[in-house]
């Protein structure tokens, strides 16, 4: 059974950082894309930012030049670098893999205050 491991919330002052991880068990499952969701309370769950296979990234209008999305292929493993975190950026963060089915992660909390 294909899982999706988050680590890496907590609580930050505005301007600090925080690194998120996720690792999809069993390289063997074939994952396309995938990417970092976030909902903060009352809100839509959105993409954050999304990388493909090949490399192609997009990123949330909110959070370029902020945040920064990569992969290990072969782990099957994706990190999100969050930098000059603002208390908007507090929400659940969730990790999403495209697959067949696709899968999501448990939720890590990120909460940005002073």
């Known amino acids: 059974q294909v899982q999706l491991v988050e680590s890496g919330g907590g609580l930050v002052q505005p301007g600090g950082s925080l690194r998120l991880s996720c690792a999809a068990s069993?390289?063997?499952?074939?994952?396309?894309?995938m990417g970092w969701y976030r909902q903060a309370p009352g809100k839509q769950r959105e993409l954050v930012a999304r990388?493909?296979?090949?490399?192609?990234?997009n990123y949330l209008d909110s959070v370029k030049g902020r945040f920064t999305i990569s992969r290990d292929n072969a782990k099957n493993t994706v990190y999100l670098q969050m930098n000059s975190l603002k208390p908007e950026d507090t929400a659940v963060y969730y990790c999403?893999?495209?697959?067949?089915?696709?899968?999501w992660g448990q939720g890590t909390q990120v909460t940005v205050s002073s």
């Open positions: 990388i493909t296979g090949g490399g192609r990234i």
């Open positions: 999403h893999a495209e697959s067949f089915p696709t899968y």
């Open positions: 069993g390289s063997i499952f074939r994952i396309n894309a």
